[in-house]
């Protein structure tokens, strides 16, 4: 009879521990806004990238 008793009160602080559902939250991701940049420095980049190249040539 103790046997059963200590299994009722263990099972019953066992259930009333668990808080909350056993389901996984629902985190809502943030959004995040990003601006269109323009593509005008990739040009330069360019031509500064064949400068250092020629360099080297034109110094034969």
Known sequence: MK???TAVA????TTAASAG???D???EAPIIVQE???SSSGKVTVALLAL???IPALSD
Not at 10 to 13: D, E, K, Q, S, T
């Open 52 to 54: 250092l190249l020629m």
């Open 21 to 23: 559902s056993l389901a």
């Open 25 to 27: 939250p629902v985190i």
């Open 10 to 13: 263990f099972v019953a602080c």
């Open 3 to 5: 046997h059963i008793l």
């Open 36 to 38: 269109a940049s323009s």
